[in-house]
């Protein structure tokens, strides 16, 4: 399975990468909107993990587009910004149905991905 994981905070999703390369997925990463696009112009992802709120290109923003791009890509958003009752009740909006709250344990994102490669 491979995964693009998309983070404006390069620490942060560098680490991310590196913890689930250690688990045994494939993942690249990158820092903005469109870096992702580029990305997933080169190789093909499974998964799109996205930070919601990034400069330039939200992360619901950037779903709609990689969607276009690649329609069989799942998503899962993290989000650092409000309660997580607040950000259920703008997904029901969005249609957005995995996220995660920062700071996101490397097991719910595990247990989430696989969720994912289950479903597929």
Same mark, same amino acid.
């Given at each position: 399975?491979?995964? +693009?994981?998309?983070?404006?905070?390069?620490? &942060?999703?560098?680490?991310?990468?590196?913890? @689930? %390369? @250690?688990?045994?997925?494939?993942?690249?990463?990158?820092?903005?909107?469109?870096?992702? +696009?580029?990305?997933?112009? #080169?190789?093909?992802?499974?998964? /799109?993990?996205? %930070?919601?709120?990034?400069?330039?290109? =939200?992360?619901? %923003?950037?779903?709609?587009?990689?969607?276009?791009?690649?329609?069989?890509?799942?998503?899962?958003? @993290?989000?650092?910004?409000?309660?997580? $009752? /607040? &950000?259920?009740?703008?997904?029901?909006?969005?249609?957005?149905?995995?996220?995660? +709250?920062?700071?996101?344990?490397? #097991? %719910? +994102?595990?247990?989430?991905?696989?969720?994912?490669?289950? $479903? =597929?």
């Amino acid at each position: 399975m491979r995964i +693009l994981l998309v983070d404006d905070e390069t620490e &942060f999703v560098s680490s991310l990468s590196e913890r @689930l %390369d @250690l688990r045994g997925f494939h993942s690249d990463w990158v820092s903005s909107g469109e870096e992702a +696009l580029q990305k997933a112009k #080169e190789k093909s992802y499974d998964v /799109a993990v996205l %930070d919601m709120k990034m400069p330039k290109v =939200s992360g619901i %923003d950037l779903k709609k587009i990689l969607q276009k791009q690649c329609p069989s890509m799942k998503f899962i958003f @993290l989000t650092g910004h409000g309660s997580e $009752e /607040a &950000f259920r009740a703008g997904s029901a909006e969005t249609g957005i149905e995995n996220y995660l +709250l920062k700071p996101v344990k490397i #097991e %719910d +994102l595990v247990d989430r991905i696989q969720k994912i490669r289950d $479903e =597929s």
